[in-house]
């Protein structure tokens, strides 16, 4: 076999203009004392495409074409063009081992953060995006213009079956578009899952009935894999429309295989976890990046933040996010890691604020972020004095005053 | 519904003791300016149990009796006991939406750490653990004492399916257990899945009669849920002892299918991406914590670390983590966030020392980690001047002197 070497150095070509069938990150870079950043790049290049720590003797010249290159640095921040050919199209987790896998782990550097990705036209076609989407769900609810309103059932944990169900009810029928089960409500023993699902439902066409209005219900399906494709079926079958899920403690490969199940129900995405990734802003993957895989792959809904409320996320990070999960065209901007990218035929998927909201809030977030949200509040409807319904009402009427 | 108002305070009792049906985790906390770590505490464990940021007037009397409780804290050290009801036993990701779920993004908590968890025996008895584990790995090699030899074929992308299972063979007579893909092979065009497995078995065959040895390879079989599962069953068929999987980019309700799938298949678990959760000892999930979860569900081997190689991670949080995968009764230890746990009928896990290793390392390994150990050499093999098959004969030269 023929011997290439290559040094780190060979994964550094600034004079490189990535193409059409390059997948391009941003990531900023913090190496250790002694080590520049142009050389730090080329290690996080070489260890995320076809590189180890030293030359191998086992390398061919047809290797080299495939190595990524990196073709941009400024500071901290470098860019790195990845050729199509190192991945898989169509399998999120062997893209993210690549660009988001062991390089965080590297010795000599001490912070390292996946900005943004720019995915070439083949792998966004070879994914399916959601079924829905924003304008899907809408139809779905026969909603037009005001932002969605969803609570989720408080206390998150505890409730029995029979009141978790009169506590929808109490939503629903107050004005709330959607009910949602909490992030980590799945099938124990106080509420076991089949009979909340049977129950909820029943109590959901109590509630269309009584309002005259489509109202959904979001059981969460959060489990195994196997286990999970069972659940969201019994919801297709008791009647239900939409299924929830923790997409991060379930992972990427349970949310495609849900996706690629194609039950016709609209999948919600909630984000738990997403924290531990995400909240350091010098190591780990940005939000930015994990919302633009799960659009790919194809959620219907997806927790972006709130700003005001209880959880952390600052405006312009949060607008970027939105328009990453709702344009077909995104054009870059440098000050805030967002790089270029072309949605083609994938839809735009409807971000969801959650986290300590109350009515209160619904004129600011609508003002930062436009009537195409659904807005979820727990405590803001369910601690009104007067209780669950009258809570939803009051909600209802701020999100009206948008309609 | 009856009213009971429960404030952060109601979620911390110091004089409680955790009995057998608690799940009990450390964090590591830090409160914002103006926040105590004993009312962080509080708002961790309300949030991560039956809580929310305000007092709801849907909660129930039962509802208290199921909410967890700080019943430590020490500087910024806090434990928490949960109970058993909060969980559904045998769902790994419903387990980590609760404790290691929403809390990581709370706004008024600046850094936040899962330490370590001490499971109750009747969530141990729900999983399986591995089906090998250590015993059972050493019994299909006919390996008794010594430190396991593996590879990993380099360049990690690239080679046609020809030169890979070339490379394969090199490392095999050249007195290599183990053959491994790298972490972001899976099915690219260059080197297809299946025709890799069948080239590669074949190789292994050739070698285990020329050699007279037991020799294993290692498919990387991750991808979406069900692909993956063909793909595992695919190896079977064709005669394969073993599938590796990136078990956090896959996921873990993709593991738990995995597992559940019950193939007599050896799992091997990377864990390409831990680093971007792990590394930063005050916010995110330990490594620990992560290994715990692994071999309950039940991988058989488990990546930990190298101490000496190119990974960061330092000798006494990788020997923790080895103890934890590999000790029936893990004793606690204070001063590494080590909590006590019995590990029942759940097997060893084989500790996997991987990235930047050279023959040179392996007796500073074995004495830190002892012989029950796989040590993993790609560019420590396949780097040697004189090519892969005298790279290896070197490498397993020096596992050798601790037969």
Known sequence: MKIIYMGYEDYVNLGYRPGKNDLVCEFSVE?????????????????????????????????????????????????????????????????????????????????????????????????????????????????KKRPLLGTIIKPKLGLKTKDHAEVAYQAWVGGCDIVKDDENLSNQAFNPFRERVRETLKMRDKAERETGERKMYMPNVTAETGEMLKRA???????????????????????QALRNANLGLVIHAHRAMHAAITRNKRHGISMLAIA??????????????????????????????????????????????????????????????????????????????????????????????EGTEAGAREARKAVERFA
């Open 233 to 255: 079926e019994f919801v297709k079958r008791q009647g239900g429309e939409y299924v929830m899920l923790d997409i991060l403690t379930a992972g990427w490969s349970a949310l």
């Open 31 to 143: 190496p250790d004392m002694g080590l520049s950043v142009r050389e730090a790049a080329g290690r996080v290049a070489a260890e995320s495409s076809t590189g180890t720590w030293v030359d191998v003797t086992t390398s061919n010249p047809y290797v080299n074409k495939i190595s990524a290159k990196v073709f941009y640095i400024k500071g901290r921040i470098i860019r790195i063009a990845y050729p199509l050919e190192l991945f898989e199209p169509d399998n999120v987790p062997q893209i993210l081992s690549s660009i988001a896998g062991n390089i965080f782990g590297m010795k000599d550097i001490r912070n390292l953060r996946l900005e943004d990705v720019d995915l070439p036209p083949k792998i966004i076609k070879s994914f399916r995006g959601p079924e829905f989407g924003i304008h899907g769900v809408r139809k779905l609810l026969g909603v």
């Open 292 to 385: 633009k895989f799960a659009r790919l792959i194809g959620v219907d809904q997806l927790h972006i933040g709130t700003v005001v409320g209880k959880m952390e996320g600052g405006k312009e990070e949060i607008t970027e996010i939105e328009g990453e999960i709702e344009r077909k065209i995104i054009q870059p901007d440098r000050n805030n890691h967002v790089l270029a990218e072309n949605w083609l035929h994938i839809k735009p998927v409807f971000a969801v604020c959650s986290g300590g909201l109350a009515p209160v809030h619904v004129p600011r977030l609508v003002r930062m972020l436009g009537r195409d949200i659904i807005i979820q509040m727990g405590g803001g409807i369910h601690g009104n004095p």
